[in-house]
T-cell receptor, first 113, second 113 residues
Framework: QQQVKQSPQSLIVQKGGISIINCAYE??????FPWYQQFPGKGPALLIA?????SEKKEGRFTISFNKSAKQFSLHIMDSQPGDSATYFC????????????FGEGTQLTVNP | DSGVTQTPKHLITATGQRVTLRCSPR?????VYWYQQSLDQGLQFLIQ???????AKGNILERFSAQQFPDLHSELNLSSLELGDSALYFC????????????FGEGSRLTVL
């Protein structure tokens, strides 16, 4: 059962533009929403994460927006750079159950110079 | 470098064979997770071990098994291999059983011919 739906599947952005990736979840018990970044040949690495008690979290050029009522969250990458080209995965888990992260399908981001 | 080590990085084998993938977690991490990444199904959770005990099970086939040893390294055994088992297998670790952040290795790419 796919509990986290991610869109778009792929995204092409010009350097300096804003990249936006969206995720929707079904399980209202989820209480931890991370985004992972994966470069070719590497494993996913935590980029930024949010808990449902806040609506936004910003770390540098990366911002998570969270809408609890809509059961949606999104990743915004401001001033996108070619080095941001990677696959991005949203995920969700119920921390108390032991970090069984459920991942979205992934978004392949390409930032053109 | 996440600190999680996986071997082998690449493995080519034939249908019906058995392989073992090995994972050494970050120093001090007690939890080990196995994920399968295929092109059409994203990152699928297979199984989690915490301090030597199985903690959670996901979409792991009966032909697959895993264990975590006293030194906390883990092995994923895949038997009676089928073409559809070709995928990237990631190991991840975390300090505790109930934390959201996972640290992923670089994966073992299995090709079944």
């Amino acid at each position: 059962q796919q509990q986290v739906k991610q869109s778009p599947q792929s995204l092409i952005v010009q350097k300096g533009g804003i990249s936006i990736i969206n995720c929707a979840y079904e399980n209202t018990a989820f209480d931890y929403f991370p985004w992972y970044q994966q470069f070719p040949g590497k494993g996913p690495a935590l980029l930024i994460a949010i808990r449902p008690d806040v609506s936004e979290k910003k770390e540098g050029r990366f911002t998570i927006s969270f809408n609890k009522s809509a059961k949606q969250f999104s990743l915004h990458i401001m001033d996108s750079q070619p080095g941001d080209s990677a696959t991005y995965f949203c995920a969700a888990s119920k921390v108390i159950s032991g970090s069984r992260l459920t991942f979205g399908e992934g978004t392949q981001l390409t930032v053109n110079p | 470098d996440s600190g999680v080590t996986q071997t082998p990085k690449h493995l080519i084998t034939a249908t019906g064979q058995r392989v073992t993938l090995r994972c050494s977690p970050r120093s001090g991490d007690l939890s080990v997770y196995w994920y399968q990444q295929s092109l059409d199904q994203g990152l699928q959770f297979l199984i989690q071990y915490y301090n030597g005990e199985e903690r959670a099970k996901g979409n792991i086939l009966e032909r697959f098994s895993a264990q975590q040893f006293p030194d906390l390294h883990s092995e994923l055994n895949l038997s009676s291999l089928e073409l559809g088992d070709s995928a990237l297998y990631f190991c991840a670790s975390s300090p505790r059983a109930s934390t959201g952040e996972l640290f992923f290795g670089e994966g073992s790419r299995l090709t079944v011919l």
